[in-house]
């Protein structure tokens, strides 16, 4: 059972806007620690697609974006495309643990 | 540009030791984190561990915590991962990343080795 909680699955036809949640609690992401989001296409590694919350590395599309509020975070991706397919993790900082935390991850399908 | 470039497959029998190396390049690398991320087959991220190279400080997960030794070798660029007994429940992908930050952002990673434990 991961730190942080996904949801195991969401959908969406090409062009809808789909979002991503992750639920912490008041020792990781609602201690002020920032959460960071990783997408993993199939049979490869993760790349970081969020940082700090709502930033966006170089090269990832404005299609998608983050945000923080008490002790969740959420992803979104607006004009869903077909190689969007992946799952996708969120991160953060857990005080308790003294450790990087994972959500359990999310697969995104696209119809 | 950061590159990570990680060993390849291992196939081993429980009770057997094991080190794999990801050697960075494209940065430098005693001023940066660097660390282990494990996914077990079909399953999602773990985070292992990081040391930092510039002064050979390390910190684990309490869920990996005197099961596995992170190390590095600054002369080469280099992080290793050890384990002294492997199990069958260490089969797994591991993923060496580059962190931003000691508690997170991990920005650059290795392609990933697979290392089968089996008898």
């Known amino acids: 059972q991961s730190v942080l909680t996904q949801p195991p699955s969401v959908s969406g036809a090409p062009g809808q806007r789909v979002t991503i949640s992750c639920t912490g609690s008041?020792?990781?992401?609602?201690?002020?620690?920032?959460v960071h989001w990783y997408q993993q296409l199939p049979g490869t590694a993760p790349k970081l697609l969020i940082y700090?919350?709502?930033n966006r590395p170089s090269g990832v599309p404005d299609r998608f974006s983050g945000s923080k509020s008490g002790t969740s975070a959420s992803l979104a991706i607006t004009g869903l495309q077909a190689d969007d397919e992946a799952d996708y993790f969120c991160q953060s900082y857990d005080s308790s643990l003294s450790a990087s935390v994972f959500g359990g991850g999310t697969k995104v399908t696209v119809l | 540009e950061v590159q990570l470039v990680q060993s390849g497959v291992e196939v081993k029998k429980p009770g057997e030791s094991l080190k794999i190396s990801c050697k960075a390049s494209?940065?430098?690398?005693?001023?940066?984190?660097i660390g282990w991320v494990r996914q077990k087959p079909g399953r999602g991220l773990e985070w292992m561990g990081i040391i930092y190279p510039g002064k050979s400080e390390t910190r684990y997960s309490p869920s990996f915590q005197g099961l596995v030794t992170i190390s590095a070798d600054k002369s080469i660029s280099t992080v290793y991962l050890q384990w002294g007994s492997l199990k069958a429940s260490d089969t797994a992908i591991y993923f060496c990343?580059?962190?931003?930050?000691?508690?997170?952002?991990?920005?650059?990673w290795g392609q990933g080795a697979l290392v089968t434990v089996s008898s």
């Open positions: 990343a580059r962190h931003a930050s000691p508690l997170g952002i991990l920005d650059s």
């Open positions: 700090v919350n709502s």
């Open positions: 008041s020792s990781n992401i609602g201690a002020g620690h920032d």
């Open positions: 494209g940065y430098s690398f005693t001023n940066y984190w």
